[in-house]
């Protein structure tokens, strides 16, 4: 599996992904009808942000966006998003994609990287984040209108960088 920057080729292969993650609403705190367009805007932003694939064989089988957390004195602090579709869960994908781009974040001068919405029941996003060194820092409680369960708690998590 190679990990690599994605370009503006790689956007057919990342929208279905994009689109399956987010229309499940289990996840990510984006609208679960959010079109093309807005959605490219969203995962594709001009540098500072670098979006990320990860490619097996021709075929992306996930994603994954380094940005600045915050703008002017926040940007110091890196924020990552990353999607696999379920198709290819449970290969590593994720952490692989996690490892490339907190090396990246590091490598680029962002002192620490946060993520500010990771669904509490988003259970192997939890343990995967805390096994890369990222701790829970705060709890919005319900903080996420789950798809399936309600009303669910959001977590922040960060890690430092060296």
Do not use: C
């Amino acid at each position: 599996m190679e990990i690599r920057r994605a370009g503006d080729e790689d956007w057919p292969a990342i929208w279905p992904i994009w689109h399956e993650v987010v229309a499940a609403g289990e996840t990510y705190t984006w609208d679960p009808e959010t079109g093309e367009a807005a959605a490219r805007a969203l995962w594709m932003p001009p540098p500072p942000a670098e979006t990320w694939v990860a490619v097996d064989g021709q075929t992306i089988v996930g994603t994954a966006v380094l940005k600045p957390n915050q703008a002017a004195l926040g940007a110091h602090i890196a924020n990552g998003s990353f999607m696999v579709p379920a198709t290819s869960g449970g290969r590593g994908i994720g952490r692989r994609l996690a490892e490339q781009v907190i090396a990246r974040a590091g490598a680029s001068g962002y002192r620490g990287m946060q993520f500010n919405a990771v669904v509490s029941t988003n259970e192997p996003a939890v343990a995967l984040w805390k096994s890369l060194g990222f701790a829970i820092v705060g709890t919005i409680p319900g903080g996420f209108r789950h798809a399936r369960l309600g009303y669910v708690d959001l977590h922040i998590m960060y890690r430092e960088l060296p």
